[in-house]
T-cell receptor
């Protein structure tokens, strides 16, 4: 069974731009979560989607948004990028009665 | 609010020596506990998880962890480390089998010396 895939793996943007990251979960998993990892703040939960509905949300500004499609694939969007948004963005998928399995991440650099 | 504390930022051990990484959690209900490992530039790989039952859980790569409710701890152990175990280790706590929000500790970086 294929693992969680994330595209793109690396991204360079400038301040003020917006970015969209994509995540394809493990087949059969309906829950997709997003995390931001930075050296200063560590791993922080962004949001979680289940069956196209946002079920949980972390403490991030409204510039961070996401969605989930009917095939469970998910995207997250960051608008008006700031330097502090530079991070590794990790997606994880989970199945019923099971935990989350993580993808390789998207490394976002904001210049 | 749930939280996880990993008191050791960096640990160095010799190859072949035993290892114990500490994790303390704060959680209002029955915790679902996890250890993940991350190699540089990579995502997180699940080592093991505790949901209920036997408090000593076995994971991949020869790792085990013991859940101690009285101490709110979930320490990770390995009897003999290999150079390939050098990585960053994260303890996490969550609800609902960890299927929703996970709260992570700050991580412990493990260095292996020959």
């Amino acid at each position: 069974k294929a693992g969680v895939t994330q595209t793109p793996r690396y991204l360079i943007k400038t301040r003020g731009q917006q970015v969209t990251l994509s995540c394809s979960p493990i087949s059969g998993h309906r829950s997709v979560s997003w995390y931001q990892q930075t050296p200063g703040q560590g791993l922080q939960f962004l949001f979680e989607y289940f069956s196209e509905t946002q079920r949980n949300k972390g403490n991030f500004p409204g510039r961070f948004s996401g969605r989930q499609f009917s095939n469970s694939r998910s995207e997250m969007n960051v608008s008006t990028l700031e330097l502090g948004d530079s991070a590794l963005y990790l997606c994880a998928s989970g199945g019923a009665g099971d935990t989350q399995y993580f993808g390789p991440g998207t490394r976002l650099t904001v210049l | 609010a749930q939280s996880v504390t990993q008191p050791d930022i960096h640990i160095t051990v010799s190859e072949g020596a035993s290892l114990e990484l500490r994790c303390n959690y704060s959680y209002g209900a029955t915790p679902y506990l996890f250890w993940y490992v991350q190699s540089p530039g990579q995502g997180l790989q699940l080592l093991l998880k505790y949901f209920s039952g036997d408090t000593l859980v076995q994971g991949i790569k020869g790792f085990e962890a013991e859940f101690k409710r009285s101490q709110s701890s979930f320490n990770l152990r390995k009897p003999s480390v290999h150079w390939s175990d050098a990585a960053e280790y994260f303890c996490a706590v969550g609800a609902n089998f960890g299927n929703e929000k996970l709260t992570f500790g700050t991580g412990t970086r493990l260095t292996i010396i020959p």
